[in-house]
């Protein structure tokens, strides 16, 4: 089995992913861009592979640059991170070819869940409830108009090939129905190479659930727990917490039970997420994310388990090294994403940060990339940190994070810290439970 990782990714998950590494003993190799040469995770690592310029195209998702890294290197897997190529079938391909183990599902597995048709069946096939639609591509014309009657108006059309939040357009009436589905087709071919869409019927208010689980393709998974991650911003989370506020405990174990069955049924390995959509009590599965994510870290601070440490253990061919029944959930997490950002327009603020200081102190974990004089580059995403608190109760984790807040210092850029202290300030988060319109239908009170 391997010993040494190389860490196809940047910023504060490649520091996350080089901790799981040296928890198990393991060396790591960073690969980097130009851009991100000289920063100090990369020197943490115990080697460094400069696999492209700065642009990701040319670097980050470089697929041949990323093998050849870790065949020069040494390394006998690639843990892929979150985005970039994470949940890029054909690379887990080249990666399982190349005789180098992939740190994630069998490409399988990812190119199931990434046609979000195909995904869908199999969540029907294994129980899990979805949101009522029709699972193929849609007919022409009047059968088209037939089948969103049956589901019942508002619809939404969703590209197969999407996902995240691409490719989607919702539809009120029934005249508006055919010219919607032409446009997603012509997007979806151009933005996907695949113009196949469905159909949903569309949730107005709903929240955003997600289960996490975990398998290590041998025939043991589990669920641990639930996440909220309902505030948002054109698809861009920015708080997530676990558990997901007052969806009742025997709901979340029946859909928990279904999603690692759907798990055992497609023979999935590592960790991965189930999305859903909460509505008027009831949970309606619309995707699966095949790869760890940003706010894993909630569901790490409410279950005491290490997510990453999980992913490497199955990697090298261990089991599961706990059953259903030893998952065990405790108090409440909130993360809050420090982005550099403008907090009103939200337009990015890169350049050199003078002085960082973290918060501390009790139930505060702060997972970051950056130190004093850190210079944020412009070529990637905006999320420099996450601040992330656990309390005994929601109440409680929350006040932790204002306290947090009280002691961050980030000198040099704008940041999003303003928009958070206001939003942990808000009456109808602090009650919990706020829908996913939440954030883009509040005006705020920040200078302009
Ligand atoms: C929906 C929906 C309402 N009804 N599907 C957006 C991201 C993608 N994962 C699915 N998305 C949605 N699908 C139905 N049938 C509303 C959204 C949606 C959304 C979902 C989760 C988190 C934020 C969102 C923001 C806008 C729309």
Redesign the pocket.
Known sequence: MFDTVLIANRGEIALRIQRGCRRLGLACVQAHSEADRDAAYVRLADAAVCVGPAPAADSYLNKEALLLAARASGAGAIHPGYGFLSENGDFARLVEEEGLVFIGPPADAIALMGDKISAKRAMIEAGVPC?P?YEGDLPPGAHALEIARSIGFPV?V?AAGG???RG?RVVRAEAELLSAVATTREEAARAFGNSTVYL?????R?R?VEIQVVADGQGNAAWIGARD??V?RR?QKIIEEAPAPDVPTQLLEEVGARCVAACRAMGYRGAGTF?F?YDEGAL?F??MNTRLQVEHTVTEMVSGLDIVELQLRIARGERLPFAQDDVRLSGHAIECRINAEDPRTFLPSAGRIGLWHAPGGPGVRVDTHVVSGYTVPQHYDSMIAKIITHGATRAEAIARMQAAFAECVVEGIRTNIPLHRELLADPDFAAGGVS??FLERRGTALPA
């Open positions: 949101v639609g939404i969703k996902g995240g939040g989607m949903e019927r569309f949730l107005e709903p955003h991650c309902s948002q698809h999305e959509l309606f619309i995707e996913i319109h």
